[in-house]
């Protein structure tokens, strides 16, 4: 029901009063504590959510439920996928949840890049044709033999109707497509803000689905007369991505909203996106056919609270400013070598100060910081060097949006790269510095990059560097102008449009 606080002091009472002498209160116990660290997931309680895990990890070492809970917990913490893997990994010979494995093995690939890109779209597929249930032989498939109506019907399902990445990159070609189709919307989340609303105001119907099964979504999917279907959950909604396949709409397509790499299913009739986002040569990692949008697959809407662009920086007075605006998760492995490596060589070069600025409420965090101070390799010493690593939390999106306008330049995670964070950034006028890989995920900053108008030798790492070349840095204007596609929503609505209702493409044989 969402009813965080009375859910944590009765699993509190719990955890104090119980005793824990037979199997059933050790059972009674480890529940209360998986519940107690559920109810503190908020901003301010992770660190009491692992605390919680960590005592009941100590006392039972090999629960799967406890491990993989602390493990999910310590990703979103601290982006430690090491000692995720090792947790996962001793509970595994008795764990009930081979899935949740699958799943993690995903998932450590897309954010680490531990894998080939077509060892990464085989493990997806593979786990698609296990996990995800195909289509039953007695389900009939949706058929064109309604009467058709005066307007399409065009369903779009996602857990993130919301002020998230789904609205902000999407909201603005909705508004057109709305003129041409009734929008028949599935909430599959349970947060509601005005940006909720904003998605109310253009539905036709609206559905709040969360709880569902997969069956019965799919059912209702199935009955709700749509011509076309946008799947905007992917890889963040399982429920609806176990929906999806059974093809409840004649025709379903991919779009934002976990969207970090192909589905591994084949009853999609395209997976939208644009020619910088997935190169030609990128279409055998992906299951669907690739729909492109020849001016780009999204658009992006600055939220009414968006800060103004800053000037630009005085690099006499002031050191310059790059800054990570990622997730701790995106921080893996090999992007924090890179980090190290190129703090080092910019320090032996004994250039001017530059400050390296790790920007994000979760960044508040002693630990996080103490971890990533380790994985950069600084001591005392490291500190007083040319290179000033610091954190910035803000709380809030106004205030995010704000200490990102104060930076220099973006230095991009990789392999999973920013998102609508990239856009926000160029949209204050501040440049991204990315690393353009295979997959869809890995593709985002440069993507954004070069619809704001920016060179390709302009945007790499390879080429920049996370440190040098402070000529590409803010100017002072916003880089996304009235002329950038990434502001043209009523283009992106006609190609929809022209997709949505147009011959529908080839399928592509199974992988």
């Known amino acids: 029901m969402g009813e965080n606080q009375p859910a944590l002091f009765w699993a509190q009472c719990v955890i104090q009063a119980q005793p824990v002498d037979t199997p059933t209160d050790l059972a009674q116990w480890l529940y209360a504590h998986l519940l107690a660290a559920r109810a503190s997931l908020t901003p301010v309680g992770t660190g009491a959510a692992i605390e919680l ?10 629960n799967p439920q406890i491990n993989k809970c602390l493990a999910t917990n310590l990703i979103s913490q601290f982006g430690d996928w090491s000692t995720a893997r090792q947790l996962l990994d001793q509970a595994k010979a008795a764990s009930t949840l081979p899935r949740e494995h699958a799943l993690f093995d995903i998932q450590s690939q897309i954010y680490n890049g531990t894998a080939r890109p077509e060892t990464l779209t085989q493990a997806i597929v593979d786990y698609s044709r ?52 009734d929008l028949v919307f599935f909430h599959t989340g349970k947060v509601q803000d005005w940006a909720t609303a904003e998605f109310r105001s253009l539905a036709s119907d609206w559905h709040e689905v969360s709880g569902l099964t997969a069956a019965a979504l799919a059912n209702l999917i199935r009955h709700s007369q749509l011509q076309v279907l946008l799947d905007m959950g992917g890889w963040m909604d399982l429920t609806l991505l176990q929906a999806m396949a059974q093809c409840p709409a004649q025709r379903q397509y991919k779009w934002v909203g976990g969207q970090s790499a192909t589905t591994g299913l084949n009853g999609y009739s395209g997976y939208i996106t644009d020619c910088h986002q997935s190169p030609p040569e990128t279409a055998a990692l992906y299951t669907e056919p690739l729909a492109f949008m020849p001016d780009g697959y999204v658009t992006y809407t600055a939220p009414p609270y968006m800060p103004a662009v800053r000037c630009a920086t005085d690099g006499n007075s002031t050191p310059f400013t790059a800054g990570i605006v990622a997730h701790p998760k995106k921080l893996s492995a090999v992007f924090m070598r890179y980090l190290r490596g190129q703090i080092r060589a910019y320090a032996s070069a004994s250039k001017q100060p ?57 230095v991009d995670t990789f392999p999973y790269s920013a998102g609508v964070t990239a856009l926000e950034a160029l949209a204050l006028g501040v440049p991204i510095r990315t690393h353009a890989g295979a997959h869809f995920s890995e593709r985002h900053g440069y993507s954004h990059a070069r619809f704001a108008g920016m060179q390709h030798e302009d945007t790499l790492l390879i080429h920049l560097g996370a440190l040098g070349s402070v000529s590409h840095r803010r100017q002072g204007q916003t880089m996304l102008g009235s002329d950038c596609a990434r502001l043209d929503h009523v283009s992106l609505a006609k190609s929809l449009s022209q997709l949505l209702t147009g011959p529908p493409m080839p399928r592509k044989q199974a992988l």
């Open 53 to 62: 895990l960590t005592a009941a990890y100590q006392r039972c070492p090999s």
């Open 130 to 181: 296990q996990y995800l249930q195909p289509l039953s032989a007695n389900q009939p498939r949706p058929t064109s033999n309604q009467q058709p109506a005066a307007r399409k019907r065009l369903g779009l399902a996602s857990p993130l109707l919301s002020a998230s990445p789904v609205y902000f990159l999407c909201i603005g070609a909705l508004r057109h497509l709305a003129q041409d189709f």
């Open 354 to 410: 530059v400050n390296l600025c790790f920007v994000g409420w979760r960044f508040a965090d002693a630990l996080l910081q103490q971890r990533i101070n380790q994985m950069l390799g600084l001591n005392a010493q490291a500190q007083r060097g040319p290179v000033q690593v610091m954190y910035r939390a803000g709380h809030g999106h106004t205030q995010q949006l704000e200490l990102v306008a104060a930076l220099d330049w973006v």
